[in-house]
Nanobody
Framework: VQVKESGGGLVQSGGSLRLSCAAS????????MAWHRQVPGKERQLVAR???????VYTDSVKGRFTISRDFAKNMVYLQMNSLKPEDTAVYYC????????????????????WGQGTQVTVSS
């Protein structure tokens, strides 16, 4: 099972980017999916999260600018980022709480977080 991000890049201030994240492998079910970001020397922080019920949570600094969405059938999550600012520059990581098919058959009911390797987003001023 793996989680892989795509869609990062360089954009000017005020521009937009759309990040995508795909969970693949032998998956039984996925609970929350989320985007975090990290800049050098700082802790990784939550950007947005979407539950298996479609409930969303955003960090205050991105509210009104970023939108998280999810394709349940494809095991994908997206982050639409508009009105980007230089302070949004970071490595963006996708994380998904995944129960694998093999663990489900053994009766496990835990959804450990699986992290992607990250994608760089750079916003120039």
């Amino acid at each position: 099972v793996q989680v892989k991000e795509s869609g990062g890049g360089l954009v000017q201030s005020g521009g937009s980017l759309r990040l995508s994240c795909a969970a693949s492998g032998s998956i039984h079910s996925i609970k929350d999916m989320a985007w975090h970001r990290q800049v050098p020397g700082k802790e990784r922080q939550l950007v947005a999260r979407i539950s298996s019920d479609g409930i969303t949570v955003y960090t205050d600094s991105v509210k009104g600018r970023f939108t998280i969405s999810r394709d349940f059938a494809k095991n994908m999550v997206y982050l639409q980022m508009n009105s980007l600012k230089p302070e949004d520059t970071a490595v963006y990581y996708c994380v998904a709480g995944i129960l694998t098919a093999s663990r489900a058959t053994m009766g496990y009911k835990e959804w450990p977080d699986i992290w992607g390797q990250g994608t760089q987003v750079t916003v120039s001023s």
